[in-house]
């Protein structure tokens, strides 16, 4: 169990219904996708959006019982997000992910765009027939955001004028939009008030961002192993993140390296040391700080509740990750 | 003008309003997708589908003037056949479409990935903002049809043992779900009975079976000229259709052939004569005859327009193709 999992103690129970209910919707009706299925269902991914989703839902149901359409909004959640990496692995060429190899490196283009489509259309689906219509648009609202923040990313690469809050932008596309736009979701089944559907949405917003800044900075500083996909790999790719545009403040020189490309031997390394003699590091530490703890205080309209305290211990275990 | 435009003319300034709009939605917000918008909706598509909606609008709304929900469901409509298109493209691996090169051959696998993604996206969004969750749930139908039909294609290749049903649900969810559905949900956003609205839906049910079936018999019929893509693409890839699937009850021995993939010299061609010999175009003529006729019986129940008798025409021309 690793920590994020036992963090999940309150909803661990409801993600084992999930995974064997994902598993069943995917599989089930199309043979073709069940080996796919249950290579993205069965692979390590630590389920933080849908354990959200889940904790979210018990933290604003207090003593009832969370609904089947709880339920099926994490399991929305999940498909989206999983929809989403299997098109951006064809996008990004990516032949690994979460230490395996990607569906379309194992099973080709051809299935790779088919599953994704189909896990974007079931999970309309599911939305159109959770039949409230403020919690289908905002998970449409996402899937927009989705494909507009993989557009925008093969804009900026290798662009070094971007600036931190395009970055936080974009950050917000890939990975906050889901969490915060579900979370609200969450509590609008559970019927919360105006304000604490608010409340949520900052919650997941804060806590999206601190989770990529995060990811970002392992990139520099985790192993190939550690990751499960090759480290470097956004600078290589020229997607520029919070240490380099940090770092990019304090050496100008890094500017160079990174608008012809790396394509001189050693630029690569040059620009490495260049970023870890900076503070471009410790600074985007600092800011995935910040942004966890705008997390948690979204947090203190909620009634006190084991689920909204691992709501709460769960931005701590984001930075955690770093040290 | 091709004779099916001529048909729309209750609607041609409604078409021109749709192309305008369809071109600055995907192409402003996304610089790098202006090109493939300009492709798609450039592309000499006959925009049959959106054309239907609109009658089915103006039928229903009679004197009265047909509403900007009418004129975005036409957009969506047409916003999900061309994502299906770019997608199944890349999936069948086809250079060309309509007599142009597709997407992902221009641009590369990458960039029809998202824009099909984003097309997809882009009309979940506006679905949802139809503020009708009925019409939310008909069009997400045919969102998870169209990604079932193209797998279904995929897993019955070369499978001699398919029967006509299973071929006209396959055609159902490729062709024909989108035209029923959105032909059904212009009802409803102009306040029909339900009795109506299942009426329009068996209109465009049949008129898109109608539709494919006639598409398949050109593809044995047509010269790769006037197809815009290679000729007998579906023989050869396994896809296979009405007139292959009557003139197997006759010649036995085209099943051999197909069923060893025609890699046999000469298998194609021996193939072909066996059809042309058979009853198998005739009788899949024949097919799409009675799906015409069934669908105009649908609109009996609408009360005399130009928009009705226009989508009547559309179902004789329909077979017109053929001659």
Known sequence: MTPATSLFAPVEADLQILAENLKQLVGNRHPILYAAAEHLFGAGGKRIRPAIVLLVSRATMQ???????????????????????????IVDESDMRRGVPTVHSLFGNRIAVLAGDFLFAQSSWYLANLNNLEVVKLLSEVIMDLASGEIQQGLNCFDTSISIEAYLQKSYYKAATLIANSSKAAGLLSEVSPETAEHLYG???????????????????SSTDTLGKPALSDLKSGNLTAPVLFAMEEKSSLEVLIEREFVQEGDLEQAMALILESQGIQRARELAAEHANM?????????????????MDMADYVLSRLY
Do not use: C, W
Not at 204 to 219: K, M, S, Y
Not at 297 to 307: D, F, G, Y
């Open 63 to 89: 003593e009832k019982d969370i609904t089947l359409r709880h339920r099926r909004l994490a399991e929305i959640t999940e498909m989206i997000h999983t929809a989403s990496l299997v098109h951006d692995d």
């Open 203 to 221: 919650y997941g917003r804060h806590f999206g961002l601190a989770f990529q800044i995060v990811d970002d900075i392992l990139d520099f500083t």
């Open 295 to 311: 997390a948690v205080e979204h947090l203190a309209n909620l009634p006190p509740s084991e689920s909204r305290q691992a709501l």
